[in-house]
């Protein structure tokens, strides 16, 4: 071991004249780690918010939809076997999109109506595993067509399985003996699914293909076609790969551009939340200043015996620079500690519970990396080497005629 190091340890376990000087010193140690545990810890739920978030937007929906500008698209299986040629394309599924109103015996609300291709829909969606109650295969319905609701629109309307709903068209109207009246049909709830977000699980609806062409009259027509790919973070390049191979009127949109605003949101709050959080650090380094400062004024006689025995002053530098890393270090690792033993515990037994008519989540999601912890110490490290470099140059530039005068 270095001397230097050796009396920075020395400085650091004697018991001081100045017991106020171990107190800053403790609260330093205190507010390092606090900072870090605060930070990994926030960050952690961020991360897992943003992953969480993204997991069930892409469970509900494809990663990309193909749609063609002004109208419907009549020849879908051709578009989907041009689709299916691109690399980097795992799946295809035609699908019609509609608003709509649900009507029960007990309420009524508005619904987003899609009609799915029931053989393909697994292969672009979560949906078939995310039925709650019913049968997937329902859908295809007896006496009566079925219709599959989110777990909130069955509570709204009050139905459950089995139950009879009405599903009213606002587009076109049908010519009876009493009038114009709105298109409408019955429906038999075939199955209940939970997505895990609110606005899907109280505003959407599905239906067959076959049944919405014929409710909705378009043929063989549908709204667009849903793409399922390789890698998620690859779509805009496969996009441009569909619309050059489909050409104009075609047009593709992915989940990153329907979906920018959220995520930019939710990166600039991370961002915004690190360096928040940053500053209770810089509290802690500034007691670092101060309480070397203090160790300085107090070893004024050992600084000028160590210059008169032939110390240098990049060894009395090294040495408070090294007992304020050691309190940073020390912080940062017990920071580190404390945020994994929190973190560990909230992911297991999520114990904060969040109130879901409030937030699309019922518990606080947690997705540790390790690349936070690794910036997050580099940083608390880094801050509290900056705040030695004062009061150790002070030290350094000490006169050791000043430290002996009075002896």
Same mark, same amino acid.
């Given at each position: ?18 017991s106020?000087?171990?107190? &800053? ?7 390092v !780690? $606090? +900072? *870090?545990?605060?930070?990994i /810890? %926030? ?75 029931t ?27 079925? &219709? ?7 509570? !709204? $309307? +009050? *139905?459950?399985?089995?139950? /009879? %709903?009405?599903?009213?068209?606002p ?43 014929q ?14 790919v ?19 009127p ?13 995520f ?64 940073g ?11 994994f ?21 019922a ?21 509290c080497?900056?705040a ?20």
């Amino acid at each position: 071991m270095k001397y230097e190091t050796f009396i920075s340890l020395r400085y650091l376990r004697s018991k001081r004249r100045e017991s106020f000087i171990s107190v &800053i010193t403790l609260i330093s140690v205190a507010g390092v !780690t $606090l +900072g *870090v545990m605060a930070l990994i /810890i %926030v960050l952690s739920v961020m991360r897992g918010f943003e992953n969480d978030l993204k997991g069930k937007i892409l469970g509900m929906n494809a990663h990309m939809i193909v749609m063609r500008s002004g109208g419907i698209i009549r020849q879908p299986e051709k578009v989907m076997a041009e689709i299916k040629k691109v690399p980097g394309v795992r799946g295809a599924s035609p699908f019609i999109y509609s608003q709509a109103m649900l009507s029960s015996p007990f309420a009524a609300t508005g619904i987003v109506l899609r009609g799915i291709d029931t053989r393909t829909i697994g292969d672009v969606t979560m949906l078939p595993k995310i039925l709650k109650k019913g049968s997937f295969s329902g859908l295809k319905g007896g006496d009566l067509p079925g &219709i599959l609701v989110g777990t909130e629109l069955a509570r !709204t $309307l +009050g *139905v459950r399985v089995h139950s /009879i %709903v009405r599903v009213i068209s606002p587009q076109g109207v049908t010519v009876t003996p009493a009038g114009n009246l709105p298109r409408f049909r019955r429906f038999r709830v075939a199955g209940i699914f939970e997505s895990g977000m609110y606005d899907y699980d109280s505003s959407f609806a599905y239906i067959s293909l076959k049944i919405a062409r014929q409710f909705f009259r378009l043929g063989k027509g549908v709204t667009g076609v849903e793409v399922k790919v390789k890698d998620i973070y690859a779509v805009g390049k496969i996009g441009k790969a569909i619309r050059k191979r489909l050409k104009f009127p075609y047009f593709t949109r992915d989940w990153m551009t329907m979906n920018r605003n959220l995520f930019s949101a939710l990166k600039l709050e991370r961002i915004t939340m690190f360096i928040i959080l940053t500053l209770i650090v810089w509290v802690a380094a500034f007691n670092i200043v101060s309480s070397l400062i203090m160790v300085v004024m107090e070893k004024n006689k050992d600084i000028a015996i160590l210059k008169s025995m032939g110390a240098t002053n990049r060894s009395v530098m090294r040495i408070f620079m090294q007992e304020g890393l050691i309190v940073g270090i020390f912080g940062t690792f017990l920071g580190s500690f404390f945020a994994f033993i929190a973190c560990s515990l909230l992911k297991k037994y999520q114990f904060i519970k969040l109130p879901t008519d409030v937030y699309y989540i019922a518990t606080l999601p947690v997705q540790m990396s390790w690349f936070d912890f690794v910036a997050i110490s580099l940083s608390a490290i880094g801050i509290c080497f900056l705040a030695t470099l004062y009061p150790a140059r002070q030290a350094a530039n000490l006169p050791p005629v000043e430290g002996l005068r009075n002896e």
